[in-house]
């Protein structure tokens, strides 16, 4: 296998004035798995088309084990492709399919080629389905020959762009998982790009997460997830989405504590907040809402009014009235009544606390010890 890096990689279309991709370095490393994530349009896909060589960068270099390949043909660059669309040729076998990519790029005979997919096949379980074409075959079987098809190959880089979009929900899950057994098996380099961030959260070694042809944050899943560098990806990266509150920064004394701008509430923070937030007066203020909990009666809180009570199974989502969409994930033996005023408190060490005007975290990076510093608000809103 081999390392992937790209370096200042740029993309435009329409004469320059439709930028893709924005000025993109990232590496890869040997035998890693990247996933990249991004709302539509985000130049994740046409990241993958340049690496492959589908596309030519505007400018910027694209290089695979060492070597600079930017203007090499694509044929001629030692990586395989699964498709969103599977891209078989339907008047061909599987094992037609399969093999047709090595007749093109190697040496090996009839018989070497045949043996090498049949062996694949085996490995990808659609040994039987060797003599079908594309038209008998599942959603879930034509992924698999998809996947056989590039394994097949030995390449030095598998890149995936959004192989599972067109299944079913029970179907991804399985080739997920698929897919990361292949990948742990042969050690595969391999760069995936989907929308979905749960298939991205959960795949990857590293995730790469993207936004209008920018990168915005690198790094390990729980890492990216824990401490996002800003309030895109902080919202972007879990479900449900990070709680966010416009919030007034008051400094008086030692500590730091934030007031709502729009809704009733302050949170105290703890003193090591002082210098990070120094000179800072307004500030967005993040709180995931798995974080979120319900006070025991008689203790310190935020109130707030439940809204809505949506039950999820092993989960209740409480929707509260503290901003647009604020939601409390919690257990499902947690079931207050709609109307009903609340206390709700979280430690914070999970606050994230971001600017108005750039998005940027303030926290992002910054240790603070952390404990539970609810205090109530000063005023306490009524129910509707």
């Not at 270099?61 to 001629?76: L, Y």
Request: aromatic share 6%; proline share 4%.
């Amino acid at each position: 296998m081999a390392t992937v890096r790209l370096e200042n990689l740029r993309k435009t279309f329409d004469s320059g004035r439709l930028v893709a991709v924005d000025d993109l370095s990232l590496s890869v490393d040997d035998g890693e798995f990247l996933t990249v994530v991004g709302p539509s349009g985000c130049g994740k896909s046409t990241t993958l088309r340049m690496i492959a060589g589908l596309e030519r960068p505007t400018s910027g270099s694209v290089v695979i084990g060492g070597e600079d390949v930017t203007d090499q043909h694509a044929r001629k660059r030692d990586v395989a492709m699964v498709f969103q669309n599977y891209a078989l040729y339907p008047h061909k076998t599987v094992m037609g399919n399969m093999e047709f990519g090595l007749r093109m790029s190697t040496d090996l005979s009839k018989e070497e080629r045949r043996e090498r997919v049949r062996e694949t096949a085996e490995m990808m379980d659609i040994e039987e389905l060797l003599e079908d074409k594309p038209s008998e075959l599942s959603g879930g079987q034509k992924q698999r020959v998809a996947l056989g098809r590039a394994i097949v190959r030995e390449p030095d880089v598998f890149l995936f762009d959004e192989p599972l979009s067109n299944l079913d929900a029970k179907l991804r899950t399985t080739m997920r998982t698929e897919i990361q057994r292949l990948q742990d098996e042969l050690d595969i380099t391999a760069i995936y790009v989907t929308h979905d961030q749960e298939e991205a959260m959960t795949m990857g070694d590293k995730i790469a997460i993207l936004d209008d042809g920018e990168l915005q944050q690198t790094g390990r899943p729980t890492d990216v997830y824990d401490d996002p560098t800003n309030e895109f990806v902080g919202g972007f990266v879990g479900s449900p989405s990070m709680n966010v509150l416009d919030a007034v920064v008051d400094n008086a004394g030692t500590g730091v504590t934030l007031r709502g701008a729009s809704a009733d509430f302050a949170y105290e923070l703890s003193p090591e907040y002082a210098d990070v937030l120094e000179g800072v007066e307004e500030v967005r203020m993040g709180i995931r809402p798995e974080d979120v909990r319900v006070a025991d009666a008689g203790d310190a809180g935020i109130v707030t009014t439940v809204d809505v009570v949506e039950p999820i199974g092993s989960d209740n989502y409480l929707y509260l009235d503290l901003g647009p969409d604020f939601i409390a994930r919690v257990d499902s033996g947690t079931t207050p009544t709609v109307g009903a005023s609340i206390a709700i408190t979280f430690d914070e060490r999970d606050v994230h606390v971001f600017d108005p005007r750039t998005g940027e975290s303030l926290t992002h990076g910054v240790a603070v010890a952390g404990s539970d510093a609810v205090t109530p608000a000063e005023a306490e809103p009524t129910a509707d």
